[in-house]
């Protein structure tokens, strides 16, 4: 609602603008040819960050020094902080790295944004650019029709180039012809009290942009075309800096903690780096006259002294808030609560929109999910639908101790326990790992290992159904007097602990080619059982010490116990043994 009313404001104000001032519209006309060619760029790179780019940045952030680096360089290249924000969302969201370490990616990415400073000043209004944008935009609409993903994505990436600096040459010839009607500069502000006003004006620019490399670009075309001063370029600078954040803010409401918690990180490190800008903008204006000597850049090469100014204080934004990172990320957390960790196992823990941008995200994000839901929820039913406690299971106790005292019964309702815990976390798996497959452009193993997820997560509504059948007739049994009935059960109850508990070693010790050879054959067993007939069952019908209703029960839940061993082994072996190294072999690739 607030974006919409905001967008609706900013479409009037336009209108009135361009309708007062005809010759504003070569600016706007350049602006949003600028805008276009970043939306182009950001296309453009997206095709490349389904590979190589996601394993950089998730390799990039063991270190913090790692991820500021990784994160400027990338953004340079890129000329796109916003896409280095989504995947770092993304991968913060899937659990891949943590908070602190996607602060560090920001934090560079908020460095690799001067370099849009540095390429239109140094670049951009020193040659002819339109010259360079044609050849650009002829070859990017040509490699953009092209099937192959990657010849498209790089078509996108040369128009997006081409309509960048095409956008800066109709802005700076914008302003020369502008410049003979209004003359821009005699509004110009001295002191501290013109550093608050064109801070605020480069905020609003910035909010209005949604773009601080397109204020940027508009903030040095302006002073190249003298229509503004040195002094209050700077304070709009400043700006541009602190109103990206509003756009990040804007883009945060109605997403995931995740998003939430990054979002006011950059909020935090704009903001502050903003205040101390503008409380040093004086001195910081001399450091850069001297480095201005050093750098050989003229004294009245206003431009270039810009872009110095702006690379120095986002530089001095990260020295200030590095010693505070690990403090910020303490703080989001408790700001926002862990609303993932705290969830119970009814919700999604790790499913949110931010992970279905890239596939292996989506693909590690739904894999963590079915464990999670596997290891708790599953366990649990059907623990407790034999009337065991899970910590007997995972204890080291003998399994005849734990049936001899395991005599009560614990008046569960499986039926419900599936509705309560499962149900609405199993739609939601499903859900993603279809619009995962519809939507992003999977390979074929990745294909097969979301058709995987599907399977294992229907085998575990299976095993529910199983448990429910048999939790019925084992809490009879527990209040009967036939001693060879209970023997029976008890029979039963021992083959599904032994394989629950093997499948919990499994899970997680580190010797799992061991408690993997057990699985297979525990799994063998209960294969051949499904085909055998229980002997024992036969033995006591003949003797008549059990009654025919008895019998056919015992026979039921003989093959839901085999089933269930069967189907809890499958998951286990999907969800633990292939996708582990599945996932292994994507990410050495």
């Known amino acids: 609602m607030i974006r919409n009313l905001f967008f609706l404001v900013i479409l009037i ?101 001067t370099a849009t400073a540095w390429l239109v000043a140094g670049f951009g209004l020193k040659i002819k650019i339109s010259a360079l944008a044609m050849p650009m935009l002829v070859f990017g609409v040509v490699f953009s029709f092209q099937k192959k993903p990657s010849l498209k994505g790089l078509g996108n990436v040369l128009a997006g180039l081409g309509f960048f600096f095409l956008g800066i040459h109709y802005m700076k010839d914008g302003f020369e012809v502008f410049k003979q009607y209004i003359d821009l500069s005699q509004y110009a ?63 945060a409401i109605g997403s995931n903690s995740a998003g939430k918690r990054l979002a006011m990180a950059h909020f935090i490190f704009n903001t502050i780096t903003g205040l101390v800008a503008v409380a040093l903008i004086f001195p910081l204006a001399k450091l850069v006259n001297y480095l201005s000597e050093s750098l050989e850049i003229a004294p009245t090469n206003y431009v270039l002294k810009l872009a110095l100014f702006h690379t120095i204080f986002n530089v001095l934004g990260v020295v200030i808030m590095l010693p505070f990172i690990k403090k910020l990320e303490h703080f989001l957390l408790r700001f926002f609560n862990k609303t993932e960790e705290a969830k119970d196992v009814h919700e999604p823990k790790y499913l949110n929109t931010a992970v279905l941008k890239f596939p292996g995200t989506a693909i590690i994000a739904l894999i963590k999910e079915s464990k999670y839901l596997y290891k708790n929820s599953i366990f649990e039913i059907v623990t407790h639908a034999l009337n065991i406690h899970r910590s007997d299971v995972k204890s080291h106790e ?113 010797d799992a080619k061991k408690y993997g050879s057990k699985l297979k054959k525990l799994k063998h067993d209960a294969n051949d059982n499904v085909r055998l007939s229980n002997k024992s069952i036969d033995k006591l019908i003949r003797k008549n010490l059990i009654t025919a209703e008895e019998a056919s029960s015992l026979f039921n839940d003989y093959t839901n116990v085999n089933e269930i061993i069967r189907k809890l082994i499958d998951v286990a072996e999907l969800l633990y043994a292939k996708y582990d190294s599945l996932l292994e072999k994507e990410e050495q690739q």
């Not at 074929?444 to 059948?469: L, P």
């Open 398 to 510: 003998k399994i005849k101790n734990i049936i001899e005292k395991s005599v009560d019964d614990f008046h569960i309702n499986v039926d419900e326990l599936y509705y309560s815990k499962v149900k609405a976390i199993y739609g939601k798996i499903i859900q993603y790992a279809s619009t995962a497959q519809s939507t992003l452009r999977l390979n074929k193993a990745q294909i097969n290992m979301v058709t995987d997820i599907k399977i294992a997560n229907r085998k575990m509504v299976e095993i529910i159904k199983h448990s429910s059948e048999l939790n019925r007739n084992i809490s009879k049994v527990l209040n009967s007097d036939n001693e060879y009935l209970k023997q029976e059960y008890d029979g039963y109850r021992k083959k599904i602990i032994k394989v629950l508990r093997v499948i919990y070693l499994f899970r997680t010790e580190n």
């Open 189 to 251: 502000v001295q002191g501290y009290l013109g550093v608050l006003i064109y801070t605020g004006l480069g905020i609003i620019i910035t909010t209005v942009l949604q773009s601080s490399s397109a204020t940027l670009a508009l903030i040095l075309t302006a002073l190249s075309a003298g229509q503004i001063e040195y002094e209050n370029a700077l304070a709009l600078a400043i700006g541009a800096n602190v109103g990206t954040t509003i756009t990040a803010v804007l883009g």
């Open 13 to 113: 104000v336009l209108g009135i603008s361009l309708y007062l001032n005809p010759n504003f519209q070569t600016i706007s006309a350049g602006v949003a040819i600028l805008l276009f060619g970043m939306v182009m760029l950001e296309e453009g790179f997206r095709v490349f960050t389904k590979g190589p780019l996601q394993n950089i940045l998730r390799k990039a952030t063991n270190k913090l020094y790692k991820s500021i680096t990784t994160g400027a360089l990338i953004t340079a290249l890129m000329q796109s902080s916003s896409l280095v924000s989504v995947i770092t969302i993304s991968f913060i969201s899937a659990g891949l790295i943590s908070l602190a370490e996607g602060i560090g990616l920001i934090f560079g990415a908020n460095i690799g944004t």
